[in-house]
């Protein structure tokens, strides 16, 4: 076997180790049957933390890493305000590490303060006396803001966030 040969070889199980590795990740997502709400679920976390476009998403079980994949148009990110005037921006894709109430070292979420945007690192829950007694605590560097968890029981829309839910003229149809 010449050189070119070895070269062309050791190339494609390269390119088939890589496909095994991708296949394998996305049958950890979606092979399973549950959607991205129902994990941020089992990880004691309200679907409504997520917009209504997620779509898919890669869960490394073992160290909590996680990927979610947000269905837009265009090259946008998915922006919509919310309560005390904050606007929230999801990129097309999230990132982080999630455990039991937690979601750690996110990529992809910020918020809009003034003028300025803001990545959002971290969000925890704090459960309260009762289960619906919650709330969720948002951080932004060292600072944090604190919301009831019944504000996440509905997921979000793109470009209107809660209010296209309980629009009057949605509400008539």
Not at 41 to 55: F, Q, V
Not at 115 to 137: A, C, K, N, R, T
Request: aromatic residues 10%; contains cysteine; charged residues 20%.
């Amino acid at each position: 076997m010449d050189y070119r040969h070895i070269r062309l070889l050791v190339g494609a199980a390269l390119v088939l180790v890589f496909l095994f590795l991708l296949i394998t990740a996305r049958a950890n997502s979606s092979g399973s049957g549950d959607s991205v709400y129902d994990v941020m679920e089992s990880y004691k976390l309200p679907k409504g933390i997520l917009p209504t476009n997620a779509k898919d998403y890669v869960l490394n079980s073992s160290d909590g890493s996680f990927e979610v994949f947000l269905e837009m148009e265009g090259h946008g990110a998915c922006t919509f305000g919310i309560e005390a005037g904050y606007q929230l921006k999801y990129q097309r894709r999230i990132s982080g590490k999630i455990s039991p109430g937690s979601l750690m070292s996110l990529k992809g979420v910020s918020v809009k303060i003034l003028f300025i945007w803001l990545d959002i690192s971290e969000v925890e829950l704090q459960v309260g006396d009762d289960d619906d007694d919650g709330q969720l605590d948002f951080y932004v560097g060292p600072f944090s803001a604190a919301f009831p968890l019944s504000n996440f029981d509905v997921s979000p829309t793109c470009g209107c966030g809660l209010d296209c839910i309980t629009s009057p003229m949605l509400a008539a149809e």
